[in-house]
């Protein structure tokens, strides 16, 4: 089991590059892919920036939040709580990391579960992986 970032799940819904690769990890995950509890506001926000840009598609997308609250239903993807302690430590990462505190919530997720994470960030996954070497990018998890 791994913590993905919401970088990865955005691909199971809106056709990128490599999302071929983030279904298959979906499709592939034993046990469930851990996420923090923002990462529901973060994929939903990217669904519905989708849907008010390209309204004729708007079924899609709403289509894609109803999947989202089905994967969490089936335990495909499991919640994990972010106390607020464990914000202090993200932000801790995120300052000696120079990156946004939002990405570094995953990261120390990862660290405190001793899991790997996967993100389809490439920039993130170096700087992360100064710390977490356990840190993937989408291209090299498969």
């Given at each position: 089991?791994?913590v993905?970032?919401?970088?990865?799940?955005?691909?199971?819904f809106?056709d990128?590059?490599?999302?071929l690769?983030?279904?298959?990890?979906?499709?592939?995950?034993?046990?469930?892919?851990h996420?923090?509890?923002e990462?529901?506001?973060?994929?939903?926000?990217?669904l519905v920036?989708?849907?008010?840009?390209?309204k004729p598609?708007?079924?899609?997308?709403?289509?894609?939040?109803?999947?989202?609250?089905?994967?969490?239903?089936?335990?495909a993807?499991l919640?994990?709580?972010?106390?607020?302690?464990q914000?202090?430590?993200a932000?801790?990462?995120?300052?000696?990391l120079?990156?946004?505190?939002?990405?570094?919530?995953?990261?120390?997720?990862?660290?405190?579960?001793?899991?790997?994470?996967?993100?389809?960030?490439?920039?993130?996954?170096?700087?992360?992986?100064?710390?977490w070497?356990?840190?993937?990018?989408?291209?090299?998890?498969?």
């Amino acid at each position: 089991m791994s913590v993905i970032d919401a970088s990865v799940a955005v691909k199971w819904f809106v056709d990128e590059p490599d999302s071929l690769l983030a279904l298959d990890l979906l499709d592939s995950a034993q046990g469930g892919l851990h996420v923090p509890d923002e990462f529901v506001v973060e994929v939903a926000g990217a669904l519905v920036r989708r849907a008010n840009e390209d309204k004729p598609s708007r079924d899609q997308w709403e289509a894609g939040l109803f999947h989202l609250i089905d994967l969490i239903d089936r335990q495909a993807l499991l919640i994990e709580r972010t106390p607020p302690g464990q914000v202090i430590d993200a932000a801790h990462l995120a300052i000696a990391l120079g990156h946004p505190l939002r990405d570094c919530i995953y990261l120390d997720l990862a660290m405190k579960m001793g899991r790997p994470l996967i993100t389809a960030d490439a920039k993130f996954a170096a700087k992360a992986r100064e710390v977490w070497p356990e840190t993937l990018d989408l291209n090299s998890s498969s």
